[in-house]
């Protein structure tokens, strides 16, 4: 064979190498073009105690249909968090879960530790939302193609903080922060959160996670 050939192919015989004889890639993970599907069948008893436990706790909440967007996006058991007596930015389908939790966080850990510590009430919480069809990011080759909890309405990222004292304390802006009550906040409310949720995740786990926590109730028990 020629040189001229070979140096022509080595390009795909590097491609070979590195994914195993051929493209062998995981399809990207996106919801089905024509539109998510609705599943059908009895509510499962987990779902209902659940349902009753938000009830319970005087959480405002609308149960949502399951659905099957595509691509292994399935969210079964979600409901819309309407009031949960703080606001919360962009939280759209959860699953029931993930909402009793998150709702439990926000009002014994976030809450308190906002007027204990930074001495203002807690007004907002800020989001990055909550369901979205797509695989992991942020860990390289190991994780392609391997989906995300938050295309099974089971994870939350959470940026930050809205205080009555008009303060905003942000993820990215404040979590290695020279006042060291808000180092202190943050550290509360990370530790609070790795006692209730599956898996959490800070700045200091990798930059994909520089500016929010994300937290769900898949894998795990993970904390960083």
């Not at 709702?103 to 809450?111: D, I, N």
Request: with cysteine; charged share 20%; net charge positive.
């Amino acid at each position: 064979m020629r040189r001229g050939t070979i140096l022509a192919l080595l390009p795909l015989l590097l491609s070979a190498c590195v994914f195993g004889g051929g493209d062998k890639r995981p399809a990207p993970i996106r919801e089905r073009p024509s539109g998510p599907t609705t599943l059908t069948g009895p509510t499962p008893r987990e779902t209902q105690q659940c349902f009753s436990d938000l009830s319970r706790e005087q959480v405002r909440y609308s149960p949502l249909p399951d659905r099957d967007f595509g691509s292994g996006c399935i969210v079964t058991g979600a409901v819309e968090l309407l009031d949960i007596g703080v606001p919360v930015t962009n939280l759209k389908s959860m699953r029931c879960p993930l909402a009793r939790t998150f709702t439990a966080w926000v009002r014994f850990a976030v809450a308190p530790a906002a007027k204990q510590i930074l001495g203002s009430e807690l007004v907002r919480v800020e989001s990055m939302g909550t369901y979205s069809c797509r695989a992991i990011i942020g860990r390289g080759a190991a994780s392609a193609g391997r989906i995300s909890e938050h295309a099974l309405g089971n994870a939350v990222d959470v940026s930050g903080f809205v205080l009555s004292d008009g303060r905003r304390i942000t993820v990215q802006a404040n979590w290695r922060s020279d006042d060291p009550q808000i180092r202190e906040f943050f550290t509360v409310i990370h530790a609070s959160a790795c006692k209730r949720f599956r898996t959490v995740l800070s700045p200091d786990y990798n930059a994909a996670h520089h500016d929010h926590l994300h937290l769900d109730m898949g894998r795990g028990p993970f904390c960083a």
